[in-house]
């Protein structure tokens, strides 16, 4: 290979600096030689001592470029990685192992249009020599500086006020507008400036609506160098004349979007309507033949520029919003039980995991009186934000409950107060109990699973009796139904994510299967049935993502050593009968009413 042949300009090398400045270089040669210095033939020279003297080289083969490590101490990395040759793609970021140095970013016109990058340098070179000496070169490096503006990270207003401040200082506009679409499609003014980087009210701007439609209508821009001469709707247009305008340009801002076609190509398409870039001028022929080309190629530049910057501002709203959320969900996990304290007649296990950041699923445990202590488990319709607020409502309503409030009666105002907010649009089913020191369990079910009741080896959905769920029917009454537990007795409450849990065929893991797992488990410890419950779900679902938040919690009846044997009790056998004698009697009863008792 010749040690130096020249090429079309093809390609451009975008030169970001450690201190964030830029430049281009056109690859003009192969091998185009990059190093520390001059001596050594570089044809870009780096600043940078700790950059070797040669470093790398541009090579092109077969009308391909290559990027080749030509002896950089620290290794030559393309896209964070370390290579010795690389084929080079349209905005592939080259580096040198030193995070405070240089970064050099490949642009290319492979599958690009016209106005790119490499082509705009071409097409300046043949015309700026007709601009006044510096004036073109001046305002080359204007549009640059804005086409740096792409790689910004800069708030969206920021970013935007500088485009435009550029699109007047290198058309020499009297003033330029950038207007967007509201919610009904209806064209804004959003900023405005004039020249020298001057704000202007937008509010009080008024431009002429006849240009814009006709850019809109051929999806192209409007350039008229003088009005006069220009489409006799232009020159009728009354904002127009109102205003002495003698030229106006309109630049549509569309969305960029690539495509693959079958044969691997990449198609630049045009994408969603962004907005209007608009500059007029009071002077005919205020836009040169050097303007018209820089115009050509600021169409593209600041579409892009907006839609980055919309992408920015997107992606940190986003983070704003998954901070809120994470927030939220911390709370909600803080206010779910962890380390469960001992009672002296029952022990708890519990365990909540949301399909979400936060959930509609909660659980709590918490002492109503002396030798009294209340639990529950509730699910909210719905999952996300909304379900958590609603769960959180709920929780604080039921724990008030330590201050002596009947539980009926709290179920029937949380009732009414959801049904007369209809538009909340959200109800829960819950089940909740109390248990004193001698067993008896007072018990409301608001719509939910029946729980399981472990006794003697066997699990026994024990309460199929209830009401409907609240905030669903304003007219549902709640009371409470009671049932005698025995010494050892365990209940298990979940939500209906465990039993529409769903392996990879949709089938659900439902509740025979449940049952299985749970008969036999009596003397278990209550870790190891919420593991066993948990595992047997997880090894059904198979890795299948769930649709539902999962609530387990675990209770069990243990005698105390001052519960005294009353003339209401009965030996074990005889009791089970009794239960179940109970609980026959409140299924009976309407679906609006559980089985009332008197409170204990």
């Known amino acids: 290979m010749p040690d130096s042949v020249p090429l079309v300009g093809e390609a451009v090398l975008e030169v970001v600096s450690p201190d964030g400045a830029r430049r281009y270089a056109r690859i003009t040669q192969t091998p185009f030689m990059i190093g520390r210095g001059a001596e050594t033939g570089n044809h870009l020279q780096l600043s940078d001592r700790r950059i070797s003297r040669n470093c790398a080289a541009v090579v092109i083969e077969a009308n ?3 990027v080749e490590d030509r002896g950089q101490r620290r290794g030559l990395f393309v896209n964070g990685e370390k290579v010795e040759s690389r084929e080079l793609q349209d905005g592939d970021a080259i580096s040198f192992g030193l995070d405070d140095s240089y970064e050099i970013i490949f642009r290319s016109n492979s599958g690009a249009n016209e106005t790119s990058l490499p082509n705009l340098l071409t097409r300046i070179e043949h015309i700026t020599s007709s601009e006044p ?9 204007r549009l640059l500086e804005a086409t740096s503006l792409l790689h910004s990270q800069l708030p969206l207003d920021v970013v935007l006020g500088h485009m435009l401040d550029h699109a007047v200082s290198v058309t020499d506009a009297d003033r330029g507008l950038l207007l967007e679409a509201d919610v009904l499609g209806a064209l804004k003014v959003k900023l405005a400036r004039r020249s020298g980087g001057l704000r202007l009210p937008p509010e009080s701007l008024t431009p002429s609506q006849t240009a814009i439609q006709l850019a809109l209508k051929q999806q192209s821009p409007v350039i008229t160098e003088d009005l006069a001469q220009a489409e006799m709707d232009l020159q009728a247009a009354q904002s127009i004349v109102a205003q002495r305008l003698r030229a106006v340009v309109v630049i549509p801002l569309y969305a960029m979007t690539r495509a693959n076609t079958q044969e691997s190509m990449v198609n630049v398409k045009r994408g969603d309507f962004l907005g209007v870039l608009y500059l007029d001028s009071r002077r005919p022929a205020a836009f040169s033949k050097l303007d018209r080309q820089i115009l050509d190629a600021l169409a593209a530049d600041a579409a892009s520029i907006l839609d980055n910057a919309r992408l920015v501002e997107r992606e940190r709203e986003r983070q704003r919003m998954e901070e809120q959320i994470n927030i939220a969900r911390d709370i909600q996990q803080a206010l779910l039980p962890r380390d469960f ?13 949301p399909c979400l950041s936060v959930g509609g699923d909660y659980f709590d445990v918490f002492p109503i009186s002396e030798g009294r202590t209340a639990f529950l488990i509730a699910d909210v319709s719905g999952k996300g934000l909304g379900a958590a607020l609603l769960t959180t409502m709920l929780q604080g309503a039921l724990s008030a409950m330590t201050l002596g409030t009947d539980p009926a009666r709290v179920f029937n105002h949380v009732n009414r107060f959801l049904c007369g907010h209809a538009e909340v649009g959200r109800y829960a089913t819950m089940f909740f109990g109390i248990i004193d020191d001698d067993g008896h369990l007072e018990f409301i079910n608001a719509g939910h699973p029946s729980p399981f009741l472990i006794r003697n080896g066997v699990a026994e959905e024990a309460f199929t009796e209830g009401s409907f769920p609240v905030g669903l029917v304003p ?8 049932l005698k537990l025995e010494p050892g007795d ?12 769903m392996d990879p065929n949709d089938e659900l893991y439902g509740v025979p299967r449940l049952k299985q797992v749970l008969t036999g488990l009596a003397e278990c410890p209550l870790e190891e049935i919420q593991k066993c419950v948990l595992e047997s779900v997880e090894n ?3 890795g299948a993502h769930q649709a539902d938040d999962l609530t387990l919690l675990v209770v069990r009846y243990r005698a105390t050593a001052t519960s005294a044997v009353s003339d209401t009790d009965v030996p074990a056998s005889s009791s089970a009968s009794s239960s179940s004698a109970s609980a026959a009697s409140a299924s009976a009863s309407s679906p609006s009413s559980a089985s009332s008792s008197s409170s204990l």
């Not at 000496?133 to 490096?141: D, N, V």
Request: contains cysteine; neutral net charge; charged residues 20%.
């Open 475 to 482: 007219e549902a009454e709640y009371t409470a139904a009671c």
């Open 133 to 141: 000496t510096g004036g073109g070169l001046l305002k080359l490096k």
């Open 540 to 542: 059904f679902a198979r």
């Open 490 to 501: 365990t209940l298990v409450l979940f939500s209906d994510g465990v039993t529409e849990a």
């Open 64 to 66: 391909r470029f290559y």
């Open 341 to 353: 304290r001992e009672f002296p007649h029952l022990a708890v296990n519990g365990y909540n995991l």
